[in-house]
């Protein structure tokens, strides 16, 4: 059973536009959500995280969007930029030591 | 840099030998996850180890094994290598109560 469903695949973004991934859970026992980026080359990297008592969180250019009764959460990026182009992964998890579940990336392109 | 180093970053072999990845976790983190990266498989959780114990066990395969020392850093050891084995294997560290991850930069393994 997939724990996590991550859309889209890929994207494709003008500078100056609003890139938008979504990520869909079952389990509703999931208490932590981040996402993370991750350049070629490089291991991913924590980018912002929510708890599911908050429905929003904002941190510069990027917003995540958490709608726990739909069970699902989005990362907005806000003002893109060619710098942005990366692949991101939603993951789920636990507070406490616990392993994290990944999505399966979306590859984002913000063309200049 | 993260302050999570794995090595080596390159690692070729040929089918059914044995290596080593090794992984040095963050300073003060007492908890270590493995992740192998593939194309078409996103970021799949392998095995976690806390203060020198295994934790949890993700889609790891008989031929795979890891252990964590005393002195907190952590190997994986790949056996009877195939040529599906070929990937990116990360190592990501967390500290007490902290569930985010912190990431090395991985090792590339391409099994010829």
């Known amino acids: 059973q997939q724990q996590v469903k991550q859309s889209p695949q890929s994207l494709i973004v003008q500078k100056g536009g609003i890139s938008i991934i979504n990520c869909a859970y079952e389990?509703?026992?999931?208490?932590?959500f981040p996402w993370y980026q991750q350049f070629p080359g490089k291991g991913p990297a924590l980018l912002i995280a929510?708890?599911?008592?908050?429905s929003e969180k904002k941190e510069g250019r990027f917003t995540i969007s958490f709608n726990k009764s739909a069970k699902q959460f989005s990362l907005h990026i806000m003002d893109s930029q060619p710098g942005d182009s990366a692949t991101y992964f939603c993951?789920?998890?636990?507070?406490?030591?616990?392993?994290?579940?990944f999505g399966s990336g979306t590859r984002l392109q913000v063309q200049p | 840099d993260s302050g999570v180093t794995q090595t080596p970053k390159h690692l070729i072999t040929a089918t059914g030998q044995r290596v080593t990845l090794r992984c040095s976790p963050r300073?003060?983190?007492?908890?270590v996850y493995w992740y192998q990266q593939s194309l078409d498989q996103g970021l799949q959780f392998l095995i976690q180890?806390?203060?020198?114990?295994?934790?949890a066990k993700g889609n790891i395969l008989e031929r795979f094994s890891a252990q964590q020392f005393p002195d907190l850093h952590s190997e994986l050891n790949l056996s009877s290598l195939e040529l599906g084995d070929s990937a990116l294997y990360f190592c990501?560290?967390?500290?007490?109560?902290?569930?985010?991850?912190?990431f090395g930069s991985g090792t590339r393994l391409t099994v010829v």
């Open positions: 990501a560290s967390t500290g007490q109560g902290a569930p985010g991850y912190t």
């Open positions: 389990n509703t026992a999931f208490d932590y």
């Open positions: 929510i708890r599911p008592d908050v």
């Open positions: 993951a789920v998890g636990y507070t406490g030591r616990r392993a994290l579940t």
């Open positions: 300073s003060g983190d007492l908890s």
């Open positions: 180890y806390y203060n020198g114990e295994e934790r």
